[in-house]
């Protein structure tokens, strides 16, 4: 029908759609991430990160994979290679075909790759001032020993096949920064790739930056004892099977300081709980709920782990990036039914100590007081050590105590207290505010104060006696 109409051939103005393409999203850590996947799709083994900054800031990415023919290297650099919808291989992490460009092309104005099968090296080269000048996509073949000073190529040159990818003009990276880029890198690349690195036998992969190699964070804390691991379970859409592993994480004080702010990560716990989205073992997404439950304390040591295969994509909403999903709604009502199973049991480790307030073996200072549609934390004025100070005052020191103890409640520094709980736990010491001479002294004053036998029953059911019970003589 559209053969009666006219047509025109109206090309896109190449530098603006450059720009565009510069502009998707990725930042430095991301975008290595993508060159990666290439080099996993690629079957290597290692992957090297070579992070230059003099005599100019230059990034390398070599592999040890199966490496590309020039046919194989010209295809790989056209943009949208491959159809999003074709069948892939397992190991296959992309999608788009656009995975090497983009982000490369954000993160740099040349893009180098070098490629080495069948004892050839063939090499091609995107320049974007020199396609802006000319308004054509016009790939380079630049000279191979322009190249021969990078250790990287000399690596290449001696391997049996493999890939380098080399960024020059990082014109978006100031020098003074590339640094904690690096370490930022670090801890991206342990994360995203750790189940390829904790593999074994051939199927284990290597990644070293500036020849210091990484070792995997496996955000669930699988090695630790009071790690639990709900059963999993596996959901159907469609015709496929998605399998979906919760995890809640050890409360603070089962693991030391240095293990908790290790398993908080640079976003902390409450930041880090969530759905942690897999593809192929790779991880894409985590630390969200999708706008299906809200970010929760409570919550914050429940991580879910969900792996699904790289055929099921847009059931899933995955970006080019790889750094954002959508998951439709048959999905949807499913992980809503997890996730009450899960933080129901995720938020004991907190209720569970919550409810040592109402233990009533102990004669707490501090009460819960609920209300309808409240809830207080209150000092027990009939605390019988309260008590006891009370009837040795007259009345208006009475009063004046008694004002001064509401004031401590009213004004109890909540969201100090939570924030130092969620930040630093171990280094809330409370306990050592009252010393062993105090009690010794309290004991003291108690045992000259001719209490009968229930008085005595009582105070020993205080949590400052209970607790110091090796120190009692209060024998009546």
């Given at each position: 029908?559209?053969?009666i109409?006219?047509?025109t ?12 393409l510069?502009?998707?999203g990725?930042n ?15 079957d290597?083994?290692?992957?090297e990160?070579?992070a230059l900054?003099?005599?100019e800031?230059k990034?390398?990415?070599?592999d ?5 023919d ?6 790989a ?7 999003p ?5 397992e190991?296959d ?41 000319k ?11 322009s ?21 020059e ?8 920064e ?18 390829f ?30 790690t ?21 994480l050890?409360?603070h ?10 398993y908080?990560?640079e976003?902390?716990y409450t ?6 989205l ?14 299906l439950?809200?970010?929760?304390d409570?919550?914050?040591l ?10 099921q ?39 569970g100590?919550?409810?040592?307030i109402?233990?009533k073996?102990?004669?707490n ?8 549609d ?6 027990d004025l009939?605390h019988p050590?309260?008590?006891s100070?009370?009837i ?11 004002l001064?103890?509401?004031?401590v409640?009213?004004?109890l ?7 130092q709980?969620?930040?630093n ?5 409370q ?15 108690i ?9 005595i029953?009582?105070?020993?059911k205080?949590?400052v006696l209970?607790?110091?019970?090796n120190?009692l003589?209060?024998?009546?």
């Amino acid at each position: 029908m559209h053969d009666i109409y006219e047509s025109t051939v109206v090309n896109p103005n190449v530098a603006n759609l450059i720009t565009s393409l510069r502009d998707i999203g990725y930042n430095f850590e991301i975008a290595i991430a993508d060159i990666v996947d290439n080099s996993i799709s690629a079957d290597c083994k290692n992957v090297e990160i070579f992070a230059l900054q003099y005599p100019e800031n230059k990034v390398c990415i070599l592999d040890d994979g199966d490496g590309m023919d020039e046919a194989e290297l010209i295809e790989a650099m056209r943009l949208a290679t491959q159809h999003p919808l074709i069948e892939r291989s397992e190991r296959d992490l992309g999608r788009f075909g656009l995975g090497l460009k983009t982000a490369s092309f954000s993160q740099c104005k040349k893009l180098t790759v070098a490629s080495k099968k069948n004892e050839i090296i063939n090499i091609r080269q995107w320049d974007l001032e020199f396609i802006s000048k000319k308004n054509e996509w016009l790939l380079l073949t630049p000279d191979l020993f322009s190249y021969g000073k990078l250790p990287a190529f000399d690596l290449l040159k001696k391997s049996q096949s493999g890939t380098l990818v080399i960024w020059e003009d990082l014109d978006r990276i100031e020098g003074f920064e590339f640094s904690s880029l690096i370490d930022k890198l670090r801890s991206h690349l342990s994360l995203v790739f750790h189940r390829f690195m904790e593999a074994t036998g051939n199927k284990k992969l290597k990644i070293s930056i500036n020849n210091h190699s990484l070792e995997p964070f496996n955000p669930f804390n699988v090695t630790h004892n009071a790690t639990q691991q709900i059963n999993e379970e596996k959901i159907k859409v469609f015709d496929e099977f998605v399998a979906i592993q919760p995890y809640i994480l050890p409360h603070h004080s089962k693991i030391s300081q240095q293990e908790f702010e290790r398993y908080a990560t640079e976003d902390g716990y409450t930041k880090s709980q969530g759905f942690y989205l897999y593809r192929g073992n790779r991880l894409l997404i985590y630390g969200t709920w999708w706008g299906l439950h809200k970010m929760s304390d409570a919550h914050k040591l429940v991580r879910i782990r969900i792996d699904i295969s790289n055929t099921q994509d847009t059931y899933w909403g995955i970006d080019i990036k790889k750094s954002t999903a959508k998951p439709v709604g048959i999905i949807r009502d499913d992980l809503k039914r997890i996730i009450a199973q899960v933080t129901e049991k995720g938020s004991r480790p907190f209720t569970g100590r919550g409810k040592k307030i109402e233990d009533k073996t102990t004669k707490n200072f501090w009460l819960l007081k609920p209300e309808s549609d409240s809830i207080s934390f209150i000092l027990d004025l009939e605390h019988p050590i309260l008590q006891s100070i009370l009837i040795s005052l007259n009345e208006d020191a009475r009063q004046l105590l008694i004002l001064y103890l509401k004031g401590v409640q009213a004004y109890l520094p909540l969201d100090a207290i939570q924030a130092q709980l969620n930040q630093n736990p171990h280094a809330i010491k409370q306990d050592e505010l009252i010393a062993e001479n105090d009690i010794y002294k309290l004991i003291e004053i108690i045992n000259g104060m001719n209490l009968d036998q229930d008085a005595i029953s009582l105070l020993l059911k205080t949590e400052v006696l209970k607790k110091h019970n090796n120190l009692l003589g209060l024998e009546k």
